[in-house]
Nanobody, 118 residues
């Protein structure tokens, strides 16, 4: 089993910044991908950004140039630095971990609210 604990959400004004953190514990596997997804009311959950344990990153087009994902493999922690936030970034942000080695399970955090509003 894997546990994911998120922190760092909150209320911020448009143009502001927030940093999300997600710490993983348990059977994370020697190779995995960690990332962030978000879900706004009435919409489907969507990819924000992912990063593999080897450092390969992937971003949604809507956040490229504004968000940066990084990780500390020794601490099994992934970060999402969000700059130039827009009201449309408002959503619940979920941490995700996918094991890339057998068993290829997937795990989700409980979610953290990010609200961008003046």
């Amino acid at each position: 089993q894997v546990q994911l604990v998120e922190s760092g959400g909150g209320l911020v004004q448009p143009g502001g910044s927030l940093r999300l953190s997600c710490a993983a514990s348990g059977s994370t596997g020697s190779s995995n991908a960690m990332g962030w997804y978000r879900q706004a009311p009435g919409t489907q959950r969507e990819l924000v950004a992912t990063i593999t344990s080897g450092g390969t990153t992937n971003y949604a087009d809507s956040v490229k140039g504004r968000f940066t994902i990084s990780r500390d493999n020794a601490e099994n922690t992934v970060y999402l630095q969000m700059n130039s936030l827009k009201p449309e970034d408002t959503a619940v942000y979920y941490c995700n971990l996918r094991r890339l080695v057998f068993p290829r399970n997937e795990y989700w955090g409980q979610g953290t609210q990010v609200t961008v509003s003046s």
